[in-house]
């Protein structure tokens, strides 16, 4: 994915180009930005943390069972946190009382990896199990995801492989130890039901941002980045977008027709209208105004014939577009009535088809790099939610298609827009070699941003990563 | 257009460089105005003066600006004694002619012989003839008024001819407020600039303040909103001196603090004081940083009743408008293939569709006043209707103003109370959606084929916007004051002050079920929208003061003021919405029947909050020997909105007055008539930031799924507290100069001053952990400012018949930001200035440490390639493309600089008033210079990258662009200009009738022609105060894409009073 710069859209001071060539700055906004949001959510466990931690249940009108299950899920959310900063910048500060230290120092990616395995591990069991009241909250199958994450990319951030424990923690999703949102935990049956406006119905949902706007006023933030600005016709709603995220050229193609998820969750060729089926008429004053929008696998000036495919030389309708997650319809159309869940769709944070992707690479990288039956089930128990019986034996893995390069083009394929990739990248050791579309090789170091300058420059017992 | 540029700016440069030549080449000039109009006999009061010389006449040599002996007239007057001869030994009987400043004959000025007995006195055209016994004797002329002259009485063989001059000390004796009392203008020690009713602006006041652009030097009021009657004015005192506090100057009206200008009519002000230095400003302590501007209401007087009317008619017409294609061309366009746009049949003028052709607007102004010794009375009424340049933009409002004063108890007991009321109605709707209409298809209509409105989700549609939505606002405020004072014994006086002010509005809006919005919201389609809101804002003011004044020995005299204030502000509001309205029936009249209440997306909020103002103060002034004057002011104050560690602090400032011409040494210097130095040092503060802004306020962060199902709200800290947030503290010295030249023709001020603003508040970021939020608000850092402010005024031509005044405002500041980081908190830069528009271009303003205000940052435009894109110069000053450009945030690697500055580096005003008999005509021309304007209307619209509508010079000078929006120094421009601001003609009529007492009808010009290089929009409009945060009133240096329209106003008025 990336935001070009689409005629006199997205330059947005060249900061999308940046992250897109992997040359952004040690002051950039948006990386401060995801500092302080995750650091706010530190902040934000470690209150209540404090304050819980000094009060007598029976004061709280809880039980101490109570009082440990919150603590503990409060413990766990904080972890999550701390692995997304761990994640991102690798040595981090980590600080479980607000205000103290004042000026904490930076911890090796390896302490901070070790923090976070073992906050999981003391509170995994005092924390509630899944289930449908546990909706947009963290439980224990939250924590068993975050340990496969933790274990998954334990190589690539300590050093250290931990195969069989991202095994184990997997089995315990897979084989619904640790509660389930809908019943037992399972796969979804379909490619749609983790996707559609009511997906707190979904049987895979691990985590999740639990939006809803019918009776919370609480609505999904994805349209503004992703959606065009007329993409509301589209769908038959009313939100529209900066029309910005768009998937890089040559991805579309890796869908083969067959697989029901290239038009199922991307946008690509002549738009038409929900409501009449009409063509989209784009409006706006932008380069295909009062023309039939068309979204295109490509990022180049087409209306004037230009060849030149870059960052810089998008337009209106370059690229295949976002549609996995559905908003739902507000208003109605021949054969469709409005939706009385529109805009409530949540955002999966873990889901369960990860599980089976991170047990199956798991199991193959403990076998040296070569599939197993075991693997092999696993990617194909997702897999085949894709394709109509008749394509699928056409398209089924076998332990010999199953290569570790197939399974990250397949996980690019499924996790599309999930916010895998980056990971899935420097797991396979293809995030500062590799080159796409425009982009070109870059230096290891940039498998780390950097620490925020705003925040060295508050904070001097802050180290800065290697090569920034 | 050129040439009279240049002529001006060469003009007003020359004023402003080089004052000595310029006082010889205006005397030069002077002369023969002189000669040519002399005064017409017949028609004077012959028992006062009469003149002496006829045109021919040798009197029109002027005063020697240099001081010296006037040249001696080279033939004696026909009708006046020839030279005397002696008739007695060593007697001599000298005669000659005592001339005042308009080189009449002065008669009844007393002669008298230095050390000597016996005298004489003029007769009535000025002459005289006294003896001496010695050439060496020395006559001493003087007249009330005027200033004393000795001349040595020489041997009488030739006429002596005597000028005097007006001594300056009546304009010095006026009265000026000070604050909490007021001082005479020769005990002045601090930087005051006091404008009356003479010199107000005369094109019709939106705001009050209008009346008082560009005729304070340093003071600066900018009209981002152009004349749309319900903005505002950006008014900013010598430069930035906050960052988030209060950059206005504090008002204060009759004595209420933070006094509403609402409640002020132009015909109800009686003068304006601006208390500009720190030294007079530190009365109002913690509210003065940005200065104090005291208004002054007009008084009822003693003696029968009075009727004054005055009222005016105004009409707008468009001075400019951004050239964008107009359907033909932009259809031409199309046809030869230069752009690639739809012709959707149409033909429409947008921009002209939201204009208020039928615009009229009127002011109305009745006083009556009157009164004894002992009871006076004013009171006024007031109607104004004020309608804008577009449609639906409007504002009417009544007012009323009274003022009663009542002495009592032996004349011990001075009352006064005075009270007043607006009532305004608001049509907020219309005003904006320029831009919008500039940019559309101007060949798309704004309706269906089926006749129904078009609506693209893209744009509003402006035109059914005006039809099918209301925006309403009723509005009253009102206040109540009264004093009473009571002097207890000679010279010691006890006083308290009380005031109310009340100000409360309620909104309503309404948006059609069949409108655009009822279409493309999210939560109601096809469904009305209503909304009100009510505010209520209450301050209550007591303060309680004693004076003393007293006079010992010969030379001393001793005032002194103490007090204590109490202040109490309290807001509330309420406001409330619906939607899902099913027809347009009940409007926002009854929010119940739309069918959001059950549905949960309607919307509901109310709040509440207050602040305490606490202080003692006292101002003691001390004056000696008549010439040299001290000024001491402590304030001690404390604000509840402080932390608990600092909410009290202390406000001392000294200021000392030395009027030269005083001195002994100074008689013989004549040239100069009054001249005094003044110099300064106050500390005030800045509590100008939201109440409650040192504690932890709870918040609310949206509802939450509960276990049961239940979704509720969620409560938590929404800042980091503070309990050691205190002033901005401003320490400033001021240096003055008050001045009156040659006979009192040139007077004016000059004031240098440099200021320091410390601590300033401003939310900076915490560092993240181990704290919860990202930024704390605090104290650091500082910003410093040094100017230099001049006034002058000069009488070019002081005839009976024909008078010609220039007065000049002019200032230049230096405005910087020295710190922005302390011990615990740093910041390299601050950052500012949004530019706005497609394309998220950023701040366009970034200061530096140590920094000017107001520097663009930005790359440097180095030309196009043959395909046109964008090439920049890196720091080695190589041509780049954009996507090589380095923006670190570090000096020592970033490609960016410093491109321009958006605070002009000079502002100069002047009026010039022409006098001819009955006729009056008043020329005002104001401009900003040196400095530059973001035009980002270029930038945007003359880009073919953009499918909107265009500017024509996307096709020409901008043509070779082949690139999306980029900001850098080619966007950059001159801001600088001259505008020909107001032109006033005017003619007092001279009736018999014993009804009416005076009759004056004029007509005025506002805003004829503009005078720049800058290609944007009007420069005026382009906001230069402020440090660039965005705000309604635009952002610093950051022209609009769509402002209102600049127009030239015409305005009939008349005054007249019965």
């Not at chain 1, 989209?280 to 039939?292: H, R, V």
């Not at chain 1, 070109?440 to 017992?461: D, E, V």
């Not at chain 2, 981002?224 to 008014?235: A, L, Q, R």
């Not at chain 2, 101007?442 to 006749?451: A, L």
Request: neutral net charge; hydrophobic residues 35%; proline residues 4%.
């Amino acid at each position: 994915m990336a935001w070009p710069t689409k005629g006199r859209h997205g330059e947005d001071g060249g900061k999308w180009k940046r992250l897109h060539y992997h040359t952004w700055t040690v002051d950039e906004g948006g990386i401060n930005s995801a500092w302080s949001l995750m650091y706010w959510g530190v902040g934000l466990c470690n209150v209540p943390i404090e304050n819980l931690e000094k009060r007598d249940a029976a004061q709280l009108g809880i039980t101490q069972q109570e009082k440990d299950a919150f603590l503990a899920e409060l413990k766990l959310f904080r972890a999550y946190h701390y692995l997304k900063l761990m994640d991102l910048f690798g040595n981090i500060p980590v600080v479980t009382v607000v205000g103290e230290p004042a000026r904490p120092s930076t911890l090796s990616r390896t302490e901070v990896f070790n923090f976070i395995e073992k906050e999981i591990k003391d509170n995994i069991d005092k924390a509630p199990k899944l289930s449908k009241a546990m909706l947009g909250r963290m439980s224990q199958a939250g924590g068993y995801a975050m340990l496969v994450e933790l274990y998954l990319n334990a190589q690539a951030w300590t050093g250290t492989a931990r195969w069989d424990d991202c095994i184990a923690a997997a089995d315990k999703l897979i084989t619904n130890q640790a509660g389930g949102m809908n019943g037992n935990m399972a796969l979804d049956p379909n490619i749609t039901d983790q996707f559609k406006p009511d997906n707190d119905l979904s049987k895979e949902t691990i985590f999740s941002v639990a939006y809803e706007f019918q009776r919370a006023n609480f609505q999904p933030g994805f349209p503004s980045d992703f959606y065009h600005f007329n993409q509301q016709f589209i769908y038959g709603g009313s939100r529209n977008g900066n029309d910005g995220i768009v998937v890089i050229p040559d991805n579309f193609t890796k869908y083969k027709d067959a697989d029901l998820r290239k038009r199922t969750w991307l946008l690509e060729g002549k738009m038409t209208r929900f409501d009449n089926g009409q063509p989209l008429i784009a409006t706006g004053g932008n380069e295909y105004d009062g023309k039939q929008l068309e979204f295109v696998d490509n990022i180049r000036k087409n209306k004037t014939g230009s060849t030149v495919s870059n960052m810089s030389e998008g337009e209106e309708n370059s690229g295949v577009r976002f549609n996995k997650y559905k908003l739902g319809n507000q208003v109605a159309n021949a054969t469709t009535q409005p939706s009385t869940v529109y805009n409530n769709t949540d955002w999966n944070i873990y889901r369960l088809t990860w599980i089976y992707f991170a047990k199956a690479e798991a199991l193959m990288r403990k076998n040296g790099g070569t599939a197993t039956a075991e693997a092999v089930q696993l990617i194909n128990d997702c897999k085949v939610r894709a394709f109509a019986t008749a394509d699928w034996p056409a398209n089924q893995y076998t332990v010999a298609s199953l290569t570790l390069d197939e399974l990250l083009v397949e996980r690019g394929r499924e996790f599309i827009f999930e916010g895998f990739r980056r990971d899935d990248l420097i797991r396979f050791g293809k995030f500062a070699t590799g080159s796409w579309w425009d982009h070109q090789p870059t230096n290891a170091n940039r498998q780390l941003y950097p620490i925020p300058q705003q925040q060295i420059a508050l904070n001097s017992n802050l180290k800065q990563n290697p090569g920034y | 257009m050129k040439n009279i540029l240049l002529r001006i700016t060469g003009f007003l440069c020359l004023f402003l460089i080089s004052s000595p030549q310029l006082f010889a080449k205006s005397m030069k000039e002077t002369r023969s105005f002189n000669y040519y109009f002399q005064q017409d006999t017949t028609k004077r009061d012959t028992t006062k003066k009469v003149p002496v010389a006829k045109p021919a006449d040798s009197v029109k040599v002027p005063v020697n600006p240099l001081g010296g002996a006037s040249p001696v007239p080279s033939a004696p007057p026909k009708d006046g004694p020839a030279t005397a001869p002696a008739n007695a030994a060593g007697q001599k009987t000298i005669t000659g002619v005592v001339l005042d400043e308009k080189k009449i004959g002065l008669p009844g000025v007393g002669i008298k012989i230095q050390g000597k007995t016996g005298g004489s006195v003029t007769q009535e055209n000025g002459r005289f003839s006294i003896t001496v016994t010695a050439p060496t004797d020395v006559l001493v002329f003087s007249y009330i008024g005027y200033q004393s002259r000795s001349v040595p009485a020489g041997n009488g063989a030739a006429p002596l001819t005597i000028n005097l001059v007006p001594s300056a000390s009546q304009k010095l004796d006026e009265v000026v407020v000070v604050g909490y009392g007021t001082l005479k203008a020769k005990e002045v020690t601090s930087a005051i600039a006091t404008v009356d009713t003479s010199q107000f602006r005369q094109s019709g006041s939106r705001n009050p303040l209008d009346l008082l652009q560009g005729k304070v030097a340093g003071l600066q009021i900018t009209r981002t909103g152009g004349s749309n009657p319900n903005s505002g004015v950006g008014i900013q005192l010598r430069g930035v001196t906050s960052v988030t506090g209060s950059q206005s100057p504090l008002i204060v009206i009759d004595g209420i603090p933070g006094g509403n200008l609402d409640l002020l009519q132009q015909d109800d002000i009686a003068s304006f004081s601006v208390l500009k230095d720190g030294s007079g400003a530190a009365i109002y302590g913690t509210r003065a940083n940005a200065g104090v501007i005291l208004v002054t209401t007009k008084k009822g007087k003693a003696g029968p009743a009075r009727f004054d009317y005055s009222g005016y008619l105004r009409k707008e017409y468009l001075y400019q408008r951004p050239d964008f294609l107009t359907v033909d061309e932009f259809r031409e366009k199309i046809r030869s293939g230069q752009f690639d746009r739809q012709d959707y049949g149409a033909s429409l003028d947008p921009f002209d569709d939201l204009v208020n052709h039928g615009n009229l607007s009127q002011n109305h102004n009745l006083s009556m006043s009157g009164g004894s010794e002992k009871t006076s009375y004013r009171a006024s009424i007031n109607y104004r209707d004020l309608q804008g340049f577009a449609k639906n933009n409007r504002r009417t409002e009544y007012g009323i103003r009274l003022n009663l004063n009542s002495k009592g108890l032996d004349d011990k007991l001075f009352t006064q109370v005075n009270l007043s009321t607006n009532f305004n109605k608001g049509d907020l709707l219309g005003g904006g959606g320029w831009e919008n209409q500039l940019t559309r298809n101007p060949t798309q209509s704004y309706y269906n084929p089926d006749g129904s409105w078009f609506f693209d989700p893209n744009a509003t549609n402006e035109i059914a916007r005006l039809e099918q939505e209301t925006n309403k606002r009723q509005q009253q405020t009102s206040s109540i004051d009264a004093k009473a004072e009571y002097e207890i014994f000679k010279g010691f006086k006890a006083s308290v002050f009380g005031a109310v002010q009340r100000n409360s509005y309620v909104d309503g809006s309404y948006r059609s079920v069949f409108g655009e919005y009822s279409l493309e919201n999210d939560i109601y389609k096809n469904g009305g929208y209503a909304a009100r809101s009510t505010v209520l804002e209450q301050n209550f003011n007591v303060e309680p003061t004693l004076q003393y004044a007293t006079t010992f020995g010969e030379d001393h005299s001793l005032t002194a003021i103490g007090g204590y204030s109490y202040r109490y502000e309290v807001n509330e509001g309420f406001n409330a919405g619906n939607l899902g309205f099913l027809n347009d029936q009940f409007q926002e009249n009854n929010l119940n029947a739309g069918n959001q209440l059950a549905a949960g997306k309607a919307f509901l909020g109310s709040f509440k909050n207050d602040n305490t103002l606490i202080a003692f103060f006292g101002r003691v002034n001390y004056t000696f020997k008549n010439r040299y004057y001290l000024q001491a002011i402590l304030r001690r104050e404390g604000s509840s909105r402080f932390g608990a560690n600092n909410k009290w602090a202390n406000f001392p400032a000294v200021s000392a007055g030395w009027t030269v011409t005083e001195e002994k040494f100074m008689e013989n210097v004549k040239w100069v008539n009054n001249l005094k130095v003044r110099l300064g040092y106050g500390e005030t503060g800045n509590s100008g930031i939201s109440n409650y802004a040192s504690l932890v306020t709870l918040g609310t962060g949206g509802v939450y799924l509960y276990p049961d199902g239940q979704y509720r709200e969620t409560y938590g800290p929404n800042s980091n507290p503070n309990p050691d947030l205190r002033w901005e503290k401003k320490q400033e010295i001021n240096l003055g100069l008050d001045f009156t030249l040659f006979s009192s023709r040139l007077s004016g001020s000059l004031d240098l001053f440099k200021r320091v603003t410390k601590d300033l508040l401003d939310s900076y970021d915490s560092p993240q952990p181990p704290f919860v939020r990202s930024s704390i608000y605090t104290n650091v850092g500082s910003i410093s400012a040094k100017g230099i402010e001049l006034a002058l005024s000069y009488k070019a031509v002081d005839g009976k018949d024909f008078k010609y005044n220039i007065d000049l405002a002019a200032s230049t500041t230096s405005n910087k930001l020295d710190s922005y980081s302390n011990s615990e908190y740093r910041r390299d830069y601050l950052s500012t200035a949004p530019i706005g528009g497609f394309g998220d271009l950023g701040n366009s303003i970034r200061i530096y440490e140590g920094g000017k205000i107001g520097d663009f940052w930005g790359k440097r435009f180095a030309g196009f390639t043959g395909d046109g894109k964008w090439l920049f110069f890196n720091r080695n000053g190589q041509p780049i493309r954009n996507d090589q450009i380095n923006n670190s945030f570090f000096r020592d690697q970033t490609d960016l600089a410093v491109i321009g500055n958006a605070i002009p580096k000079y502002y100069l005003s002047l009026t010039n008033s022409f006098n001819y008999k009955q006729f009056d005509l008043r020329l005002f021309l104001r401009g900003k210079f040196d400095y530059q304007i973001l035009n980002t209307t270029a930038l945007s619209y003359g880009n073919k990258v953009s499918g909107t509508n265009l500017l024509n010079s996307a096709f020409d000078k901008y043509a070779q662009i082949n690139d999306t929006y980029m900001y850098s120094d080619y966007y950059i421009e001159n801001g600088s200009f001259l505008k020909i601001d107001e032109v006033t003609f005017g003619y007092t009529f001279k009736l018999k009738s014993k009804n009416i007492r005076n009759l004056r009808a004029y007509i005025t010009g506002q805003n004829l022609a503009t005078f720049t290089k800058y290609t944007g929009n009007d420069p005026d409009f382009v906001k230069d105060t402020g440090l660039g945060q965005p705000a309604d009133d635009g952002v610093l240096g950051v022209d609009g894409r769509g402002p209102y329209p600049s127009t030239s106003s015409f305005l009939l008025g008349v005054t007249f009073g019965f």
